[in-house]
């Protein structure tokens, strides 16, 4: 059974500052894996799918990461703002429509 | 498009009532899925259709819930009767398979509060 676990659970930085958030998932055997951000009281909105054929994935200053062989991935912020404050959940890819979501880490960017 | 439409966006009720929530996939999308979220145990898939047939229901709690999906446009989600515990976020996303973009989207969420 697939588990996904994010580390840590919470962090905090001050803006401008580069940060890395970290997802583990205990079978190797991913379809894809995805990188999503939350806000408060809303729904999830999708920002990097890596296939599991892929390495890494970039948009703007997000740039996700896939190591199947290890079972991690990385999500990178590039020179945080405040805006990027929110909750990121990973999600391992079972097959192309099912995922399981890790616990999330809750980001906060102070000004 | 205006996106996965979800009703109510709050609902408060007693326990022992009956609870419906409802989702408007994106037009065109053919798989829609039913999550819930809680601060314990995160996010769960409850329930997800595949052109308006239930395909996976292994996350559904208990006999006390259940879906329908009876057209491409609409899907339910109730609970009878409702308990405190079944309070939390239930979110409702849909996804387009023909496409394959692998991306689900998600609706804004129900907040249900069973006192």
């Known amino acids: 059974k697939q588990e996904v676990t994010q580390i840590p659970a919470a962090l905090s930085v001050p803006e401008g500052e580069n940060l890395v958030l970290n997802c583990s998932f205990t079978?190797?055997?991913?379809?894809?894996l995805q990188w999503f951000r939350q806000d408060p009281g809303k729904g999830l909105t999708s920002l990097l799918l890596?296939?599991?054929?892929?390495r890494e994935q970039t948009s703007g200053r997000l740039n996700a990461s896939l190591d199947k062989s290890s079972g991690r991935s990385t999500l990178y912020i590039a020179a945080s703002q405040p805006g990027d404050s929110a909750t990121y959940l990973c999600?391992?890819?079972?097959?192309?429509?099912?995922?399981?979501f890790g616990p999330g880490t809750s980001l906060s960017v102070i000004p | 498009d205006a996106g996965v439409i979800q009703s109510p966006r709050h609902e408060v009720t007693e326990m022992g009532q009956e609870v419906t929530l409802r989702c408007k996939p994106i037009s065109g999308h053919n798989s829609l899925f039913w999550y819930r979220q809680t601060m314990m145990r995160g996010l769960e898939l409850l329930i997800y259709f595949n052109n308006n047939v239930p395909i996976d229901d292994s996350g559904m709690p208990e006999d006390r819930f259940s879906a329908k999906m009876p057209n491409a446009s609409f899907s339910t989600l109730k609970i009878q009767p409702s308990e405190p515990r079944d309070s939390a976020v239930y979110f409702c996303?849909?996804?387009?398979?023909?496409?394959?973009?692998?991306?689900?989207?998600f609706g804004p969420g129900t907040r249900l509060t069973v006192l």
């Open positions: 890596i296939q599991s054929s892929q």
């Open positions: 079978d190797s055997a991913i379809y894809n």
């Open positions: 999600a391992a890819g079972t097959s192309y429509d099912k995922v399981i």
């Open positions: 996303a849909s996804m387009s398979w023909d496409t394959r973009t692998d991306t689900q989207y």
